[in-house]
């Protein structure tokens, strides 16, 4: 057990509540009678359904994937019958809606029969590691849910360093946490997995100090051998370690350049989460069908880890973990601090769900009314991007969207640390997205009215070269007509030509003849 | 709407970075009182009274919200800070021209809080004392004899009526400041030590009264960054600009510049470098940003104190810095992570 080489700018002490849902061991849910799973799930590309309403599947069978490399497929979590391929309400920060398929289970939960299982997994290759796991529908559990395969190719960049994400410094969520303390094996090997995917030299599982049980757990694991490799790195309290360049800047020192990734600095990260999954879908042959994720907030009576299928309405676990619904004030997917309000409880929990925080009014505290930003420059202190926090504020409200980005809008991770600080109350991150938002989508229109552009100049172009051939075909028809006309005056011309040559010679022959009697 | 993340947030506001701010203000007030007399009480209620009700006609006018915006209290710290800045026995019309002017001119018309690039408090001052010379510089003298000082009700009368008690004049009342009497006999040839020996009003720091009006005020400047309300930047650089500048001068010839200690408490040099220099809205944001300013400022003063045509300087090195802060911000911003040095 190492401390962290590094430090990051800024980050916020809070106050961690995750006591609360740490009292009992990760338990399963009850398998509810509908799964609803979507379509769109993570970043990347929407999913074809594989089967049709009145299909009968079995759990694990794969039920919807992509041509699209950036895409991991989706299986049936449990045996049913599906029921319908509809529009449902998913969970997004937009609170939209997406097609999703429906299955009502059958409360037999029966696999097809044996699992592929690859218990000697050393003897595989990287692209065979590779193709499991996207197979397995594995995404980053750790929170953007981008597809891990993608992740373990590093193409021709050399791995010096694996990172695993074990910081988890969002407050209220202690999944991680109870992951590592429950399943510590089943992490070295999804480590171990996925280091043999990359080829990394070593291992560095990164853990906040204030979770000395997964700590103590993850290091009394290691063999000898083991520890070669690996190493555990505490790393300070302090928010937001757990996001990826902070991480990767606590434990290594190194900083990700802007608008590049890790692996451009020979660092791969991965959360713990994730690497659970990893073990599971290559030695037990388990795809992605289920997840633990903390339900916790001062609106449920008894806060707990849970393992969840896949697709489970959240009111099902909520009302497991005993949901006051008087006492509902908001319902967040995520943490307090970078999560999103869920409008409906009937949507389901998806991959990357690792935490449903049903927030009593005392945690959301009264609405605040927006001040005008008195410059005092707190959210500048506190940013771990180090970005000047209020200037980007100030031009993403005047919509002038060049002056943000010359503030570095695309370095902002939003982590939330300025809003939380701000006395004047600015929910700075959303006007952040809304730029963010707005930039991109000017950079799309740019680019259709630029393929617009080249359509309509190439038209011109086919247009003007058809003028051109026109013209030169009209041009040689002419002259062909004009060439024969010449040829019938041509003799006569010739004859002209010829007569004056003669007469020119004889006139340099005499001039000739008299310069050299002068000389 | 949907709410936007983060979904909780700590107990902190404007109003109470602006509530600590005047507690804050409270020692450096009392020991105001007690050497000045009664008259900084009264300037401070007609500032109060003045500045609020002109911040409410404004908002009004501009149909902005009136009540959230007075109860930020940036409007009431201004109100005092410039009340702290004016002498004891100016007549109600000097705070009231003062307050409504920054309140107008130095505010609102640039936006209202958060826009004005200008400390207001101090626009109020310095425009009192170009227009009225002779008011703003009518300090009372701190060791009148009981027998002449002033009570309340005559402060009041004299605020309001103009008129002093009887057998009373203005040159048994007034005394020039420290730093006006240090300037003045500079020019007439006396040297420091004769001067602090001599004159009256001097004392072992800089003034009678005021060295400890400059010592409440550091006090609770020091709190206030204990408190993480200010940070230690701008007054640092400030007073440490301030030092160099008159440590070398005084160095060079101790008898005719005064010696740093003199500078620093002196004045309002205190209450400068930690709740003028320190406005959030006109200061730079940027840490580097703020020791350039904070040193400027602290240079600033010392030349208009030494070579300038008015005794103190606070407002008007402070209102010139206000103006370098967009070109410090622009080029003193922090480097970005993942990005070059260079860059
Ligand atoms: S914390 Fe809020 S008020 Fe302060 S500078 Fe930043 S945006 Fe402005
Ligand atoms: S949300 Fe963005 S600007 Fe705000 S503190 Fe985090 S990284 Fe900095």
């Known amino acids: 057990m190492t401390n962290a080489v590094g430090r990051f700018h800024g980050g916020l002490h809070l106050e961690d509540h995750k006591a609360c849902s740490m009292q009992s061991a990760i338990v399963a849910a009850p398998l509810p009678e509908q799964l609803i799973i979507p379509l769109l799930q993570h970043i990347g590309a929407p999913l074809e359904p594989l089967v049709k309403p009145g299909d009968h599947v079995f759990k694990g069978q794969l039920i919807a994937d992509s041509d699209a490399n950036l895409s991991a497929p989706v299986h049936a979590p449990s045996s049913g019958t599906i029921s319908a391929i509809e529009e449902r309400s998913i969970p997004h920060p937009s609170g939209r809606a997406e097609k999703c398929i429906v299955i009502e289970t059958d409360g037999k939960d029966e696999w097809p029969g044996d699992r592929q299982t690859y218990k000697n997994y050393q003897s595989l290759s990287a692209d065979q590691l590779r193709t499991i796991i996207r197979q397995a529908g594995i995404v980053g559990l750790g929170g953007a849910g981008f597809p891990s395969h993608i992740k373990l190719n590093p193409g021709q960049h050399q791995i010096n360093t694996l990172i695993l994400n074990g910081a988890e410094c969002e407050p209220y969520i202690s999944c991680d946490a109870m992951l590592m303390q429950e399943r510590p094996r089943d992490i070295i090997n999804g480590l171990k997995i996925i280091r043999q995917t990359v080829n990394a030299r070593q291992c560095l599982i990164g853990i906040e100090d204030n979770k000395p049980a997964a700590i103590a757990a993850l290091s009394n694991c290691l063999n000898d051998d083991e520890k070669q490799y690996i190493k555990i790195i505490t790393v300070p309290t302090l928010y937001p370690s757990g996001g990826e360049k902070q991480l990767i800047k606590l434990l290594t020192n190194l900083e990700v350049p802007s608008r590049q990734h890790p692996v451009d600095v020979g660092v791969v990260c991965h959360n713990v989460g994730t690497a659970i999954a990893v073990a599971d879908a290559v030695i037990e042959g388990i795809p992605l069908i289920s997840r633990t994720m903390t339900i916790t907030g001062g609106a449920v009576n008894k806060p707990a880890n849970i393992q969840s299928l896949l697709g489970t309405p959240m009111r099902h676990l909520l009302t497991a973990c005993g949901l006051d619904d008087h006492k509902l004030q908001r319902l967040i997917m995520g943490g307090p601090m970078m999560g999103f309000e869920i409008s409906s409880m009937d949507t389901p929990v998806i991959k990357t769900t690792n935490c449903l925080l049903a927030m009593d009014k005392q945690e959301t505290g009264e609405p605040q009314t927006a001040l005008p930003c008195i410059r005092c420059g707190e959210c500048a202190v506190v940013c771990p991007a180090q970005l000047l926090p209020q200037q980007l504020y100030w031009w993403a409200k005047a919509r002038d969207f060049d002056k943000t980005q010359e503030y570095n809008l695309f370095d902002c991770i939003e982590c939330g640390c300025c809003s939380y600080v701000c006395p004047s109350h600015i929910p700075l991150v959303h006007y952040y997205r809304f730029a963010k938002t707005a930039i991109l989508e000017e950079e799309r229109d740019r680019i259709k009215s630029d393929r617009a552009r080249d359509r309509h100049d190439f038209r011109l172009l086919r247009l003007e070269r058809k003028k051109q051939e026109d013209e030169e075909r009209k041009r040689k028809k002419k002259e062909l007509l004009k060439k024969v006309n010449d040829d019938k005056s041509d003799s006569k011309k010739s004859e002209i030509e010829a007569a004056l040559e003669r007469v020119k010679a004889k006139k340099q022959a005499t001039r000739e003849t008299e310069q050299s009697r002068d000389s | ?343």
Request: net charge neutral.
């Open chain 2, 1 to 343: 709407m949907i709410a936007s993340s983060p979904h909780q947030h700590p107990d902190n506001s404007i109003t109470s970075v602006m509530l600590t701010v005047i507690v804050a203000l409270i020692p450096g007030i009392i020991t105001h009182v007690w050497f000045f007399g009664p008259g900084l009480l009264i300037n401070m209620c007609i500032a109060i009274v003045a500045g609020l009700a002109t911040e409410a006609a404004i908002l009004y006018l501009r149909k902005h919200p009136v009540k959230v915006a007075l109860y930020d209290g940036s409007a009431l710290v201004t109100a005092i800070l410039f009340a702290l800045t004016l002498p004891s026995l100016a007549p109600w019309w000097i705070p009231f021209i003062g307050i409504v002017f920054a309140m107008i001119f130095a505010k609102h018309l640039y936006g209202g809080l958060g826009q004005n690039p200008f400390n207001p408090a101090m626009v109020g001052y310095a425009m009192l004392l170009i227009s009225f010379p002779q008011e703003m510089t009518r300090w009372l003298s701190p060791e009148i004899p009981a027998a002449v000082s002033l009570g309340l009700i005559d402060t009041l009368r004299h605020s309001f009526m103009g008129v002093l008690p009887t057998g009373i004049n203005y040159d048994a009342l007034s005394m020039a400041t420290p730093l006006d009497a240090m300037k003045v006999q500079i020019g007439l040839g006396q040297t420091v030590a004769t001067i602090q020996q001599s004159q009256a009003g001097m004392s072992q720091l800089s003034g009678i009264g005021w060295e400890w009006i400059n010592i409440m005020f550091l006090l609770g400047g020091a709190w206030l960054i204990f408190r993480k309300i200010i940070s230690f930047h701008i007054p640092a650089a400030m007073l440490a600009g301030l030092v160099l500048i008159s440590g070398l001068f005084f160095l060079v010839s101790p008898d005719s510049y005064a010696s740093p200690l003199f500078h620093l408490f002196a004045g309002a040099t205190m209450l400068g470098a930690f709740f003028i220099a320190t406005d959030p809205v006109t200061a730079s944001t940027t840490p580097r940003g703020r020791i350039i300013y904070g040193l400027c400022i602290g240079i600033l003063i010392y030349v208009i104190r030494a070579w300038g045509g008015y005794p103190d300087a606070i407002a008007f090195a402070v209102l010139i810095m206000n103006m370098a802060v967009p070109l410090i911000d622009y080029y003193t911003q922090p480097r970005v992570y993942g990005h070059n040095r260079s860059s």
